[in-house]
């Protein structure tokens, strides 16, 4: 009964490689989001979704594309992986109505260990 | 730049004491949203305030918002041992529904 989840929780690949991370949400929420979290623990969005329509896209490398088959799910396809994109991915999503952001709700996070 | 600034980075406190964590914002907010992240884990939703609201309590937390100094303090009173964690606090500007979140408080409850 999780209410977001993500695949896999850890993920160990060498530069270059291209990788996905997959997000699942049985909330009923119309908007998903996913975040970096670096070592120092700050958090940054990179997408957020509302009913499959990109609606955020923060300044994030090209190499990062996300995909929404439907509401309830929102994939991370990395390309070309570097160093630098080692951290802790979170999916979130929320029911969010006009401008106003409501809670949200947090996966267990993907940690990305590039080599 | 970064939204949220929370004071202290870190602090330490024995279990059964209070522990205030603050956080200062730069742009005027719909609602501002504190969230707990223990260990190897995502983040939790704490409690949300909004900005014409001025204190808001929810169990042991209790949160105030001062809009005219753009700051916001969290106390969690009689701390547990459990409630050793990472705390951020989140902004939600007007117009736009994207949460941009703080530097994080990293608190140690002492058995």
């Known amino acids: 009964d999780t209410a977001v989840s993500q695949t896999p929780k850890y993920l160990v690949t060498q530069m270059g490689n291209d990788k996905s991370i997959k997000c699942e949400q049985n909330?009923?929420?119309?908007?998903m989001y996913w975040y970096k979290q670096d070592s120092k623990k700050f958090l940054k969005i990179m997408f957020s979704?509302?009913?499959?329509?990109?609606?955020i896209n923060e300044t994030v490398p090209n190499r990062f594309s996300p995909k929404s088959p439907d509401k309830a799910h929102l994939n991370l396809h990395i390309n070309s992986l570097e160093l630098g994109d080692s951290a802790v991915y979170f999916c979130?999503?929320?029911?969010?109505?006009?401008?106003?952001?409501?809670?949200?709700?947090f996966g267990p996070g993907t940690r990305l260990t590039v080599t | 730049s970064q939204q949220g600034e929370e004071d202290p980075q870190a602090l330490s406190i024995q279990e059964g004491e209070n522990a205030t964590m603050n956080c200062s914002y730069k742009?005027?907010?719909?609602?501002l949203q504190w969230y707990r992240q223990n260990s190897g884990r995502g983040l939790v939703h704490l409690i949300l305030?909004?900005?014409?609201?001025r204190e808001k309590h929810s169990g042991r937390l209790r949160v105030t918002l001062d809009t005219s100094k753009k700051s916001s303090s969290l106390l969690i009173t009689a701390s547990r041992a459990a409630d050793t964690a990472s705390y951020f606090c989140?902004?939600?500007?007007?117009?736009?529904?994207?949460?941009?979140f703080g530097t994080g408080t990293r608190l140690t409850i002492i058995p």
């Open positions: 979130a999503s929320s029911q969010v109505t006009g401008v106003s952001s409501y809670e949200q709700y």
């Open positions: 909330l009923g929420h119309d908007t």
């Open positions: 979704y509302n009913n499959k329509e990109l609606i």
């Open positions: 742009t005027s907010i719909n609602n």
């Open positions: 305030i909004r900005s014409n609201e």
């Open positions: 989140a902004t939600a500007p007007f117009g736009n529904e994207k949460l941009t």
